[in-house]
């Protein structure tokens, strides 16, 4: 079955390390996206990227980074410099054209000790 | 600027009456409309979408949305709620071009009474 996967489904992380969340999809998706979830905030766009090696900014960049060196995956790392990365964090993928629909993973959540 | 907006938080309907979740958007042109629904700890799940023509779209579920440009909506609806209804959802909007991300509502929270 295609879809997006996200590893792990629980992550622990104590102050002042990096951590990186694995997303995977094999849907031939071109783009794909990395949102944060806080309660109450909806979903808020950190990165995203349209085609391999290449990718943009989203509104909360600060603290993260990604790469995209394969089409199939989107690896995020949360970086020391996240201030507050306690959160459910999501990634989604979709074709690169005007219907843009986006499929998404089910999910990590980070939590900081 | 672009943005979305869900007025209601948090809603509570008895299982078996109806369901309506508003959903307002703001943008220069029509933009691509999304619903999706998310349960607790997991992922969201693609409800249903407008693009152009019926401005009344069935969705996944028993639920649908009518877009309505006059008021810049795109309001969720079904007719008789389940207990696994119960959710959070989340509206959507994508610009009509190529290269761009969508921008998300807030979320409503539907809780189920028996």
């Known amino acids: 079955d295609g879809g997006i996967t996200q590893s792990p489904k629980y992550l622990f992380r104590k102050e002042g390390q990096n951590v990186t969340l694995s997303c995977e999809q094999n849907?031939?998706?071109?783009?794909m996206y990395w949102y944060r979830q806080d309660p109450g905030q909806g979903l808020r766009l950190i990165y995203y990227s349209q085609i391999v090696n290449d990718f943009q900014k989203g509104d909360i960049a600060e603290g993260y980074s990604v790469s995209r060196e394969k089409k199939e995956s989107f690896p995020l790392t949360v970086t020391s410099a996240q201030k507050n990365p306690t959160a459910f964090y999501l990634c989604?993928?979709?074709?690169?054209?005007?219907?843009?629909?986006?499929?998404f993973g089910p999910g990590t959540r980070l939590t900081v000790l | 600027a672009q943005s979305v907006t869900q007025p209601d938080i948090h809603i509570t309907v008895s299982e078996g009456a109806s369901l309506e979740l508003r959903c307002n958007y703001s943008?220069?042109?029509?933009?691509?409309l999304f619903w999706y629904v998310q349960s607790p700890g997991q992922g969201l799940q693609l409800l249903l979408k407008y693009f152009s023509g019926d401005t009344l779209v069935q969705g996944i579920k028993g639920f649908e949305a009518e877009f309505k440009r006059s008021q810049s909506s795109f309001n969720l609806r079904k007719p008789s709620v389940h207990w696994s209804d119960a959710a959070e959802y989340f509206c959507?909007?994508?610009?009509?071009?190529?290269?761009?991300?969508?921008?998300f509502g807030k979320g409503t929270t539907l809780s189920v009474s028996s």
């Open positions: 959507a909007v994508g610009a009509p071009q190529a290269g761009t991300a969508l921008i």
């Open positions: 849907l031939n998706h071109d783009a």
């Open positions: 989604a993928s979709s074709t690169w054209d005007r219907r843009n629909e986006q499929f």
């Open positions: 943008y220069g042109a029509t933009p691509y």
